[in-house]
T-cell receptor
Framework: DVKVTQSSRYLVKRTGEKVFLECVQDMDHENMFWYRQDPGLGLRLIYFSYDVKMKEKGDIPEGYSVSREKKERFSLILESASTNQTSMYLC??????????FGPGTRLTVL | DQQVKQNSPSLSVQEGRISILNCDYTNSMFDYFLWYKKYPAEGPTFLISISSIKDKNEDGRFTVFLNKSAKHLSLHIVPSQPGDSAVYFCAATKRKGTGNQFYFGTGTSLTVIP
């Protein structure tokens, strides 16, 4: 059974803190993605990676960075969290040609 | 710029009837289209997909139709069941580098009334 796991389901941080969101997949997928989901805006792509140490900006990369040192792990970093980064964060992985598999999401609140 | 659009934020259907969810896109370079289903507090799960070279794909109660000339796709659920109540996202992909970039719509919340 395929699996994408995210390090936390719920997270509360303070403005200005550095935040790490971790994602691990066990399917040996090349591609991994970070999205945020906000009401009325759907899923918006922050960053994606199609190989180890490779990364591509998505539609809303500002305020975020990513790290992919190993194939199975893709980390999203908020260098200095702000209240407008309060959101549901979803990680996904896929093969180059097929559908994505999503993790359960991390609900991040920035106070 | 939203390249994939779902213009109906919500839809209510009686149990046993047909649910039709619609999706429009603007980019003719998309080569694959997908529907995802999302329950609250869970990640989206893949439901059904269709290649741009086809116009219909069926999987049990779920059928996706693609009209390339109109840049429109739809998901039909027949018969609808209360367990189908969820948010449905339409997505499209195109190649970027050696991978695929996915573009999602804003979602349609389906409520199936028992």
């Amino acid at each position: 059974d395929v699996k994408v796991t995210q390090s936390s389901r719920y997270l509360v941080k303070r403005t200005g803190e550095k935040v790490f969101l971790e994602c691990v997949q066990d399917m040996d997928h090349e591609n991994m993605f970070w999205y945020r989901q906000d009401p009325g805006l759907g899923l918006r792509l922050i960053y994606f990676s199609y190989d180890v140490k490779m990364k591509e900006k998505g539609d809303i990369p500002e305020g975020y960075s990513v790290s992919r040192e190993k194939k199975e792990r893709f980390s999203l970093i908020l260098e200095s969290a702000s209240t407008n980064q309060t959101s549901m964060y979803l990680c996904a992985s896929s093969t180059p040609l097929f559908e994505q598999f999503f993790g359960p999401g991390t609900r991040l609140t920035v106070l | 710029d939203q390249q994939v659009k779902q213009n109906s934020p919500s839809l209510s259907v009686q149990e046993g009837r047909i649910s039709i969810l619609n999706c429009d896109y603007t980019n003719s370079m998309f080569d694959y289209f997908l529907w995802y289903k999302k329950y609250p507090a869970e990640g989206p799960t893949f439901l059904i997909s269709i290649s741009s070279i086809k116009d219909k794909n069926e999987d049990g109660r779920f059928t996706v139709f693609l009209n390339k000339s109109a840049k429109h796709l739809s998901l039909h659920i027949v018969p609808s069941q209360p367990g189908d109540s969820a948010v449905y996202f339409c997505a499209a992909t195109k190649r970027k580098g050696t991978g695929n970039q996915f573009y999602f719509g804003t979602g349609t919340s389906l409520t199936v009334i028992p």
